[in-house]
């Protein structure tokens, strides 16, 4: 079992940057599958980046593919999203999940444990 606990969202224009940060407490943490998921008014929540912390294999969703980069600090037990070039309609709660093992679909389903959220929004 893992805690999961994000930080870094805020207001941000658009063009603007942004780091969120995602602590993982617990056992193993190196044998979990992460993921970034993100959760707009009127819309499901998606997931959109992936990354096992033992070999940092990584996938993204095709709209952020280029823009948003995860990546994780194993002596820190964290995980981060750096996001660049940031838009409007990037605006949603941003959370972390976990799941045992390597990663699979990005799906909410999929993942096991999550984090309370943090809240970005990109707006002029």
């Known amino acids: 079992q893992v805690h999961l606990a994000e930080s870094g969202g805020g207001s941000v224009r658009p063009g603007g940057s942004l780091r969120l940060s995602c602590v993982v407490s617990g056992y193993a943490v190196r044998r979990y599958c992460m993921g970034w998921f993100r959760h707009a008014p009127g819309k499901e929540r998606e997931g959109f980046a992936t990354i096992f912390m033992d070999d940092t294999t990584r996938t993204y969703a095709d709209d952020v593919k280029g823009r948003f980069t995860i990546s994780q600090d194993n002596a820190k037990s964290t995980l981060y999203l750096q996001m660049n070039s940031l838009k409007p309609e990037d605006t949603a709660m941003y959370y972390c999940?976990?799941?045992?093992?390597?990663?699979?679909?990005?799906?909410?389903?999929?993942?096991?444990?999550w984090g309370q959220g943090t809240q970005v929004t990109v707006s002029s």
């Open positions: 999940a976990a799941v045992w093992g390597r990663c699979g679909p990005r799906r909410e389903s999929y993942f096991s444990y």
